[in-house]
């Protein structure tokens, strides 16, 4: 038993590993989020023949992330702001040049 869960611990890594691969920040949040339910849903699991059918579909969705990844990265997108702030090149980047200010304080 100890070497399934050796094993399926290296499984939940490198599925994790891949996921961050994800180009698109959907796809790759969606990925990781899948990936940490499926393994909390199926942690209880003791029958050791649902455990082998988990661990296979779980190998097969690795598959799928691995393939995914690689047309993501063949049709990438733009990023989205909140992946990388502070890269992105907006078109509005200038200071006003009002000398008046605004008053935040609410008074």
């Known amino acids: ?6 094993l399926i611990l290296k499984l939940y890594k490198i599925m994790l590993r891949e996921s961050i691969k994800f180009e698109s920040y959907n796809h790759r949040m969606y990925a990781l989020r899948r990936i940490r339910d499926g393994f909390k849903e199926n942690k209880t699991l003791a029958d050791p023949g649902e455990i082998q059918k ?3 579909r779980a190998e ?3 598959g799928v ?14 990023k989205l ?5 502070k890269e992105r090149n ?6 006003p040049n009002c ?3 605004i008053n935040t304080s609410g008074t």
């Open 1 to 6: 038993m100890a070497s399934a869960k050796c």
């Open 54 to 56: 988990s661990l296979k």
């Open 60 to 62: 097969a969705n690795l």
């Open 65 to 78: 992330i691995k393939r995914q990844v690689v047309i993501g990265k063949l049709y990438s997108a733009d």
């Open 81 to 85: 702001v909140i992946e990388d702030e």
């Open 90 to 95: 907006f078109p509005f980047q200038h200071k």
């Open 99 to 101: 000398s008046t200010t």
